[in-house]
């Protein structure tokens, strides 16, 4: 019987981010800063305009369009503050068109009101745009729909952006604590009888007692701070497993028989920590429980060409493997899942009596 899942595609590094972008994103945070650029380009825009359209060079006539920004500015924010969160963010899309039309005609009515105004005191250039007639408002109306349309595409932007990083950041706490508490999942038996043990050996009077205190000081010293590391040594993660080895040895002692065989360069290597302990734990605990005989466990670790592999191969117990058997195995599938995507292989197989773990992850 052979289950497998493979999954292998490039791996992509981490790029660093430059000082100018964080300093560039700290400016934009100001938002005083963007609005008021916002506002000097689209009045610098309308002035363009006029000029093109009429020629006119007159300094007071763009001072006195001035006059019609202000509602302009409100219309705007008054869709952006409130119409938007209030009605459209809440799917009432019928209500947020009724108020976002009464809110242009309102703001074109005031508009035209000022240009009647600007006619009276003798400037020509609103005779033919300042009445008060339907085709003369909604005429007007229409010029502020462009302005309100490119704003609110601008603010649902903004928003989508925002919405996607918070939901980034929360998979991000997410994953951090699950993966927190995937690689702390080595069992808890394996101390209580390294303790029984070590009590053992002192009655006794053993020399193999200081040894066994430096190697499970060395576990638990890896496991409390070197863990908390986003990546590790290889050559870390080896002394690990390796004193993790023969602390299994001495609680097996003549049962037991290990071959753990390392190859290629390791020296520069770096893993997640605790990666592969899963792996190893689980050929002990369902390698050994249900077999009385003496068994054999073979471990291999090699490193060639941007590529770890990793295998551990143990004897099939003698009883039926338990329901719960594959729960280490689904964890560290779990973990491989958050660390890598679809960019490692993990196959599982039982063939001749024996349970083999093939692993292939990119460092």
Request: charged share 20%; hydrophobic share 45%.
């Amino acid at each position: 019987m052979l289950i497998s899942t493979i999954r292998n595609k490039s791996f992509a590094g981490g790029k660093s981010i430059p000082e100018s972008s964080v300093a560039g994103s700290v400016f934009l945070k100001k938002k005083w800063i963007y609005h008021t650029i916002f506002w000097i380009v689209y009045f610098l825009f309308i002035s363009i305009t006029f000029f093109s359209a009429y020629g006119i060079r007159d300094t007071w006539f763009y001072i006195q369009i001035l006059v019609f920004m202000p509602f302009s500015i409100g219309l705007v924010y008054f869709n952006i503050y409130k119409l938007i969160p209030v009605l459209l963010h809440r799917k009432k899309y019928l209500y947020y068109a009724i108020a976002l039309c009464l809110a242009m005609f309102t703001a074109a009515f005031i508009d035209q009101l000022i240009k009647k105004y600007y006619v009276h005191i003798g400037l020509t250039i609103f005779t033919y745009t300042s009445g008060l007639d339907i085709k003369s408002l909604f005429s007007e109306a229409v010029g502020l729909f462009y302005l309100t349309g490119f704003t609110t595409s601008i603010k649902l932007s903004k928003d989508w952006i925002t919405s996607q990083q918070l939901q980034q950041e929360r998979e991000k706490q997410y994953l951090e604590t699950e993966l927190n508490f995937l690689k702390t999942q080595i069992h808890p038996h394996f101390f209580f009888n390294t303790l029984n043990n070590l009590y053992s050996l002192t009655l006794k009077k053993s020399d193999q007692a200081p040894e066994v205190v430096l190697k499970l000081s060395s576990l638990m010293s890896y496991m409390l701070y070197e863990s908390n590391a986003a990546k590790v040594s290889l050559n870390k993660e080896i002394s690990y497993l390796q004193n993790y080895l023969d602390l299994e040895k001495l609680r097996f002692g003549q049962r037991i028989y290990v071959v753990f065989e390392i190859e290629g360069q390791i020296e520069e290597v770096t893993i997640p920590p605790m990666l592969l302990i899963l792996f190893i734990e689980n050929s002990f605990k369902h390698g050994i429980k249900n077999n009385v005989n003496k068994i054999r466990i073979d471990i291999a670790l090699k490193v060639e060409g941007g590529w770890l592999f990793f295998m551990v191969k143990n004897p099939l117990g003698d009883r039926p493997v338990s329901r719960n058997a594959g729960i280490g195995l689904k964890n560290a599938a779990r973990r491989l899942d958050l660390l890598y995507g679809n960019q490692y292989q993990l196959d599982l197989s039982e063939k001749d009596n024996e349970f083999t773990v093939s692993l292939k992850i990119p460092v």
